[in-house]
């Protein structure tokens, strides 16, 4: 078992997010990977050529008869396994050892079909007519699907065929619950600065809130004093100290910012953290 030759198949659409990793993860076991595309509109194909893998295009509906029948249209070595996977939205790629365990038991064709619900007889299911997850075939479960009919169930394979069909319900959501630092990234960014005492944090704020203060009480004095007295004279000296205090305290914060990454950047250059 442990000298299986396996081929990777992830067939899927629109995915430039996610296609390098899942081929470079799947050629940790496999001596070959292939990307079927069913009709991209972003660089998912162009992603997949760059990493050197080979790409085959199918239009309509995916099922294992048709992906058999573009199998044997392949002109490369024989594979004792070949492992084709639908990469959906739900699909993750913590699923793909179960799989790849799947890839090393002694099946001609086992798959794993995506159902609504829990009670569904898996002998009745028709093959080429249900969602598919994931399915792997060997050459004789390969020319046994290209025999099967359209409305064919796993009872109309050979007997010969060693074949297992299961359901694979779809997981439940369950709400959980995250903390402030994970809640978003703004909450994440706020909750560092508070923690490591970010200048942006003990001067920015208070000054960024001085200064919209000072400007606001600026507009209120020039429309209510009409002329020059003792109060107009302190309200007004009053605001333009309010508003330079809380320039004065932006200044301080992007000073403080800009000279600990000068800071920062010494010490990693001559290594002063090291002993």
């Known amino acids: 078992m442990r000298g299986r030759r396996i081929r990777t198949i992830f067939i899927s ?40 893998c080979r790409t085959l295009n199918l239009s309509g509906e995916v ?28 699909w993750r790629l913590k699923d793909l050892p179960l799989i790849v365990n799947r890839a090393r038991e002694p099946w001609d064709f086992h798959l794993a079909f995506i159902s609504e619900s829990d009670d569904v007889d898996p002998d009745l299911v028709e093959i080429n007519k249900t969602p598919i997850s994931h ?17 064919g169930t796993v009872i109309d394979l050979e007997e010969s065929v060693r074949a297992r069909i299961l359901p694979l319900s779809k997981p439940v959501v369950v709400p959980q619950r995250q903390s402030l630092a ?32 000072g400007w606001q009480l600026s507009d209120n004095v020039v429309d209510t004093f009409n002329e020059l007295n003792s109060t107009s004279m302190g309200v007004t000296l009053g605001t333009i ?24 950047h010494v ?9």
């Open 13 to 52: 659409r629109d995915i430039e997010l996610r296609i390098v990793s899942l081929i470079t993860r799947a050629r940790e076991f496999s001596e070959d990977v292939i990307f079927v595309d069913l009709g991209s509109n972003d660089q998912t194909v162009e992603l997949a050529n760059e990493v050197d």
């Open 63 to 90: 099922t294992p008869s048709k992906i058999a029948k573009l199998l044997g249209e392949i002109e490369s070595d024989d594979f004792d396994t070949n492992m084709i996977i639908n990469v959906t939205k739900e």
């Open 135 to 151: 399915f792997v075939v060997n050459k004789i479960g390969l020319d046994a699907l290209l025999k099967l009919p359209d409305d």
């Open 182 to 213: 994970k809640a978003s990234r703004f909450a994440q960014l706020f909750y560092w600065m508070l923690e490591t005492g970010h200048p942006l944090i003990l001067f920015g704020i208070p000054g960024l809130t001085l200064f919209i203060l």
């Open 241 to 264: 100290a309010l508003t330079l205090l809380g320039l004065f305290g932006l200044m301080i914060s992007l000073i403080l910012y800009i000279m600990g990454k000068q800071v920062e």
């Open 267 to 275: 010490q990693n250059q001559y290594a002063w953290n090291e002993d």
